[in-house]
């Protein structure tokens, strides 16, 4: 799948429109005067194809044409592209009409609307091109985005600018630009073939291959994470066990196997040295469980000792202080309570009282005097039944020191005459560790299957891991690439010679590398191109190049559009048009002759491509020969030009 030019059609303000008719697998030369709109044609196109921006020149295509459009024939069928220019200040024009069928009509201008946007385009003319799924991922360490190849990448191989195809530095279109170089290279491989078209697929196998492996490790880990590597876990546990006397001395198995069958005995079995620890141990588990219930009920009595002391100790403090209060009012009985006493006067000094200075009466310190007294009666009389309690507590707890006493001599002396005992509870620990490690080792195996069919699987997948990595590794990717180059080189230094190019004795070869052509000297020094000399070198080089690209595409059936527009490849020969004006001149000349085999070399390669390969170029020249004149589509001369004068009124 690919395309031609088919028409470049301009629809004027004025609702008419231009169509520049073209043929599809041929040389098609536009020849004519400056200023008659011949580079405007790769913008057009560009911008046809949904470039993102609009580089069509300032002028009278921008005051006079409402819409621009494109008839490409494909391989079946044809389709139409239109697209609006940008008006009141935009850059760009989001309006696309598109239109496929067997055969498309060039449609009227009150025909266009928009069907599609610019970018739903590209994918369309991408389709169309054959442009396959693919992707291009940079080297480890790089940190550039992984790159997918589109028609706008396709399209750099189909274009040389007036300014680019005499350019001793940039081999491509846009390659001055920024980006556009790295583009290029990490898509020339896929473009080339070097890169398979289901590269993507082979990518996406990869990685699920790459899925399923670290799954089939990951669980024949856990099935040697299990047995250990080989059996060395079991047979580790299994000679603990004998060493410690939990099994039969013996030597120990073989096999993975036999050790979890003798662990599982070794589990199951019931000790009766562990009868006899139970039976051993009961007296000294009896005192341990009394000492415990001793410390307690010594700890009891301690809590409620100190309680009684203290209560005693404040009885007794409260008793002292009302004896002292007691003494103090006893003087109250120096007075009758029924004798009249003036309370205005001091009973004892007899001095005169304020009113706010008046002491209590008599009768309230009797009062106050019978009611301290019988305080301290019921608290004297209480005083003998708390020093009972004090003294059963001091009692009770001699009593529990005593037997917590008695208790720990009993243990200390039968931990000393049964050393034995101790020893045996020391074993049996060792014992019950070993028997839960194995315990739990045995409850961690799952139903273990053959891990033979697993391994096998994990070799086949690492085969075939292993042969997708090599077909897809960079190394395999460059020589093909190489191998790409040397076909191309090969045409290149063909053609070179053809077209008596400077350094063609020289073995020529495109630098994918630094986008770029290379003269192998014959001293093993490499001659890049932007040192080989003349502009006609380099238009020639320019030339050659594009045409080996192109046929490699076409004979490989690459998804690259099969045409290749060239604006003005003789203007390095002849930049005045009147050199070209006199077409029945029979002067010839060294310059003549140069441009000529420049023509003459395209229309071979078109000719051996046809009808695969279709070649636009706009220029200058206009040579008097019928193989030159039967090329041209039109004549850009004595006032016709791409856009018709009467539109600009």
Same mark, same amino acid.
């Given at each position: 799948?690919?395309?031609?030019?088919?028409?470049?059609?301009? #629809?004027?303000?004025?609702?008419?429109?231009?169509?520049?008719?073209?043929?599809?697998?041929?040389?098609?030369?536009?020849?004519?005067?400056?200023?008659?709109?011949?580079?405007?044609?790769?913008?057009?196109?560009?911008?046809?194809?949904?470039?993102?921006?609009?580089?069509?020149?300032?002028?009278?295509?921008?005051?006079?044409?409402?819409?621009?459009?494109?008839?490409?024939?494909?391989?079946?069928?044809?389709?139409?592209?239109?697209?609006?220019? $940008?008006?009141?200040?935009?850059?760009?024009?989001?309006?696309?009409?598109?239109?496929?069928?067997?055969?498309?009509?060039?449609?009227?201008?009150?025909?266009?609307?928009?069907?599609?946007?610019?970018?739903?385009?590209?994918?369309?003319?991408?389709?169309?091109?054959?442009?396959?799924?693919?992707?291009?991922?940079?080297?480890?360490?790089?940190?550039?985005?992984?790159?997918?190849?589109?028609?706008?990448?396709? @399209?750099?191989?189909?274009?040389?600018?007036?300014?680019?195809?005499?350019?001793?530095?940039?081999?491509?279109?846009?390659?001055?630009?920024?980006?556009?170089?790295?583009?290029?290279?990490?898509? @020339? $491989?896929?473009?080339?073939?070097?890169?398979?078209?289901?590269?993507?697929?082979?990518?996406?196998?990869?990685?699920r291959l790459h899925r399923d492996?670290?799954?089939?490790?990951?669980?024949?880990?856990?099935?040697?994470?299990?047995?250990?590597?080989?059996?060395?876990?079991?047979?580790?546990?299994?000679?603990?066990?004998?060493?410690?006397?939990?099994?039969?001395?013996?030597?120990?198995?073989?096999? !993975?196997?036999?050790?979890?069958?003798?662990?599982?005995?070794?589990?199951?079995?019931?000790?009766?040295?562990?009868?006899?620890?139970?039976?051993?141990?009961?007296?000294?588990?009896?005192?341990?469980?009394?000492?415990?219930?001793?410390?307690?009920?010594?700890?009891?009595?301690?809590?409620?000792?100190?309680?009684?002391?203290?209560?005693?100790?404040?009885?007794?403090?409260?008793?002292?202080?009302?004896?002292?209060?007691?003494?103090?009012?006893?003087?109250?009985?120096?007075?009758?309570?029924?004798?009249?006493?003036?309370?205005?006067?001091?009973?004892?000094?007899?001095?005169?009282?304020?009113?706010?200075?008046?002491?209590?009466?008599?009768?309230?310190?009797? =009062?106050?005097?019978?009611?301290?007294?019988?305080?301290?009666?019921?608290?004297?009389? =209480?005083?003998?039944?708390?020093?009972?309690?004090?003294?059963?507590?001091?009692?009770?707890?001699?009593?529990?020191? @005593?037997?917590?006493?008695?208790?720990?001599?009993?243990?200390e002396a039968l931990q000393a005459?049964?050393?034995?005992?101790?020893?045996?509870?020391?074993?049996?620990?060792?014992?019950?560790?070993?028997?839960?490690?194995?315990?739990?080792?045995?409850?961690?195996?799952?139903?273990?299957?053959?891990?033979?069919?697993?391994?096998?699987?994990?070799?086949?997948?690492?085969?075939?891991?292993?042969?997708?990595?090599?077909?897809?590794?960079?190394?395999?990717?460059?020589?093909?690439?190489?191998?790409?180059?040397?076909?191309?080189?090969?045409?290149?230094?063909? !053609?070179?010679?053809?077209?008596?190019?400077?350094?063609?004795?020289?073995?020529?070869?495109?630098?994918?590398?630094?986008?770029?052509?290379?003269?192998?000297?014959?001293?093993?020094?490499?001659?890049?191109?932007e040192h080989m000399g003349s502009?006609?070198?380099?238009?020639?080089?320019?030339?050659?190049?594009?045409?080996?690209?192109?046929?490699?595409?076409?004979?490989?059936?690459?998804?690259?559009?099969?045409?290749?527009?060239?604006?003005?490849?003789?203007?390095?020969? #002849?930049?005045?048009?009147?050199?070209?004006?006199?077409?029945?001149?029979?002067?010839?000349?060294?310059?003549?002759?140069?441009?000529?085999?420049?023509?003459?070399?395209?229309?071979?390669?078109?000719?051996?491509?046809?009808?695969?390969?279709?070649?636009?170029?706009?220029?200058?020249?206009?040579?008097?020969?019928?193989?030159?004149?039967?090329?041209?589509?039109?004549?850009?001369?004595?006032?016709?030009?791409?856009?018709?004068?009467?539109?600009?009124?």
């Amino acid at each position: 799948m690919s395309f031609q030019i088919h028409d470049i059609v301009l #629809f004027g303000h004025n609702r008419q429109k231009r169509v520049l008719s073209l043929n599809p697998g041929r040389l098609n030369i536009i020849t004519g005067a400056s200023k008659t709109g011949k580079t405007a044609l790769i913008s057009i196109l560009e911008y046809c194809f949904g470039s993102t921006d609009c580089d069509i020149p300032e002028g009278i295509i921008r005051r006079t044409v409402d819409w621009v459009g494109v008839r490409i024939q494909l391989t079946e069928g044809q389709a139409f592209i239109a697209r609006r220019l $940008p008006a009141g200040g935009h850059s760009v024009s989001t309006s696309v009409f598109y239109a496929v069928g067997r055969e498309i009509g060039i449609p009227d201008h009150g025909d266009l609307a928009q069907t599609t946007n610019a970018e739903t385009l590209k994918k369309i003319l991408s389709s169309h091109a054959g442009i396959r799924l693919n992707l291009h991922e940079p080297p480890s360490g790089q940190t550039r985005e992984s790159l997918s190849a589109n028609i706008n990448h396709a @399209l750099l191989y189909c274009f040389q600018q007036q300014s680019e195809v005499i350019s001793n530095k940039h081999l491509f279109h846009r390659q001055s630009e920024e980006w556009i170089p790295q583009a290029i290279k990490d898509t @020339l $491989p896929y473009f080339l073939g070097a890169v398979d078209d289901d590269h993507v697929a082979l990518m996406a196998e990869l990685r699920r291959l790459h899925r399923d492996l670290r799954g089939l490790e990951r669980k024949l880990a856990e099935y040697e994470a299990i047995r250990g590597r080989g059996i060395s876990r079991a047979q580790a546990l299994l000679s603990e066990a004998i060493d410690i006397g939990l099994y039969a001395v013996g030597t120990p198995p073989d096999t !993975w196997e036999e050790c979890v069958n003798r662990l599982t005995e070794i589990q199951a079995h019931s000790l009766q040295e562990e009868e006899e620890i139970e039976n051993e141990g009961q007296e000294y588990e009896r005192l341990q469980t009394e000492r415990q219930q001793l410390i307690s009920e010594l700890q009891r009595v301690k809590d409620q000792l100190q309680s009684a002391r203290e209560l005693s100790s404040n009885r007794d403090g409260f008793s002292r202080e009302a004896h002292i209060q007691l003494a103090r009012l006893q003087s109250i009985d120096l007075f009758d309570e029924n004798e009249g006493i003036d309370s205005s006067v001091c009973p004892l000094c007899q001095s005169q009282l304020e009113e706010t200075q008046v002491p209590p009466t008599v009768a309230d310190l009797q =009062h106050s005097f019978r009611e301290l007294a019988g305080q301290i009666r019921s608290v004297e009389e =209480h005083s003998p039944q708390m020093q009972q309690v004090v003294q059963m507590l001091e009692e009770r707890l001699n009593e529990a020191q @005593l037997k917590l006493r008695e208790n720990r001599e009993a243990m200390e002396a039968l931990q000393a005459s049964n050393q034995r005992l101790q020893e045996v509870r020391d074993r049996a620990a060792r014992k019950a560790h070993i028997r839960g490690r194995i315990g739990l080792y045995l409850e961690s195996l799952p139903a273990l299957e053959d891990s033979s069919d697993l391994q096998r699987e994990i070799f086949t997948l690492r085969a075939q891991i292993a042969s997708l990595e090599e077909t897809l590794s960079e190394e395999a990717v460059e020589e093909r690439i190489q191998s790409c180059v040397s076909v191309i080189s090969r045409d290149m230094s063909e !053609w070179a010679n053809e077209l008596k190019l400077e350094h063609a004795e020289h073995p020529l070869r495109l630098d994918t590398k630094h986008l770029t052509v290379i003269a192998d000297g014959s001293e093993g020094r490499p001659i890049p191109m932007e040192h080989m000399g003349s502009g006609a070198n380099w238009v020639g080089y320019h030339l050659i190049s594009h045409l080996a690209l192109h046929k490699w595409f076409v004979r490989r059936e690459r998804p690259v559009p099969e045409f290749l527009l060239i604006d003005q490849p003789s203007q390095v020969y #002849f930049p005045e048009d009147s050199d070209w004006e006199r077409t029945g001149a029979s002067g010839r000349g060294e310059d003549r002759d140069a441009v000529a085999r420049m023509y003459q070399l395209t229309i071979k390669v078109v000719q051996a491509l046809s009808p695969r390969f279709q070649v636009i170029i706009t220029d200058h020249a206009n040579i008097n020969e019928s193989w030159f004149q039967e090329c041209i589509v039109e004549r850009w001369r004595e006032g016709l030009k791409l856009v018709p004068p009467e539109w600009d009124v």
